[in-house]
């Protein structure tokens, strides 16, 4: 069975910090890696995706994911926070042709201004 | 247009109570999902809608009921509740053609809903 890890459960930034969230996921096979972001009070919105090739991803906002295989890693970054990157993220995998989405348990992020 | 919708935004109703979440879109997204969501934590899958037959349910109690009543529409039917099911109710959906550029799920807002 797929399952996601988010070791970070709150990281707390000053603007303009360089960020990244760790994610690991196990599963052997082929997977689809997944960041979500949920900003206070509103609803999952998807900030990128990887399926194959380039291991590095870029997605909106600024933010990138490295994909290495080798350590079952899909980890979140970006060079520069701004106070409106407040959110909590979650990183999700599903095993290729699989249904079902299965989440990290989300790291909250908090910035200050 | 990636683009869920769900009603109603909010609902409190009572453990005697029957009430109904609906969610649609018009993505043409084939595969259609019920997440639970309670605060703090990551979604809980519910139930998986694919090409309008049920193709997932996660072992969720009976007082949650799902329908598709066709492939824009989702419903979940809520009955006899407990507080412990007061959460974030979310829908997504996908596009459920064949190979990983696919498998993209959008979400809706979410209905929150507290059951007295």
């Known amino acids: 069975a797929q399952s996601v890890s988010q070791h970070n459960h709150h990281v707390i930034l000053s603007e303009a910090a360089s960020l990244e969230l760790g994610c690991n996921y196990s599963?052997?096979?082929?997977?689809?890696l997944f960041w979500y972001v949920q900003y206070p009070g509103q609803h999952l919105q998807l900030l990128l995706k990887?399926?194959?090739?380039?291991?590095l991803v870029k997605g909106i906002k600024g933010f990138e994911a490295e994909f290495i295989k080798s350590k079952f890693s899909f980890n979140l970054r970006k060079p520069s926070v701004q106070w409106s990157d407040t959110a909590e993220y979650f990183c999700?995998?599903?095993?290729?042709?699989?249904?079902?989405?299965?989440f990290g348990t989300g790291t909250r992020l908090t910035i200050i201004p | 247009d990636t683009e869920v919708t769900q009603t109603p935004k909010h609902l409190v109703m009572g453990m005697t109570n029957k009430k109904s979440l609906k969610c649609e879109q018009h993505?043409?997204?084939?595969?259609m999902y019920w997440y639970k969501q309670k605060a703090k934590k990551p979604p809980e899958l519910m139930f998986v809608?694919?090409?309008?037959?049920?193709?997932i349910n996660e072992s969720v109690p009976s007082r949650f009921s799902p329908e598709c009543p066709n492939s824009s529409l989702l419903n979940l039917h809520l009955h006899a509740l407990q507080p412990e099911d007061s959460a974030l109710y979310l829908c997504?959906?996908?596009?459920?053609?064949?190979?990983?550029?696919?498998?993209?799920?959008?979400f809706g807002p979410g209905t929150r809903l507290l059951v007295l």
């Open positions: 997504a959906s996908r596009l459920a053609l064949t190979g990983p550029e696919w498998e993209t799920q959008y």
């Open positions: 990887y399926f194959s090739g380039d291991p």
């Open positions: 993505m043409g997204h084939r595969a």
């Open positions: 599963y052997g096979g082929t997977v689809n």
């Open positions: 999700a995998v599903n095993a290729g042709g699989n249904e079902k989405l299965t």
């Open positions: 809608y694919s090409y309008e037959k049920l193709s």
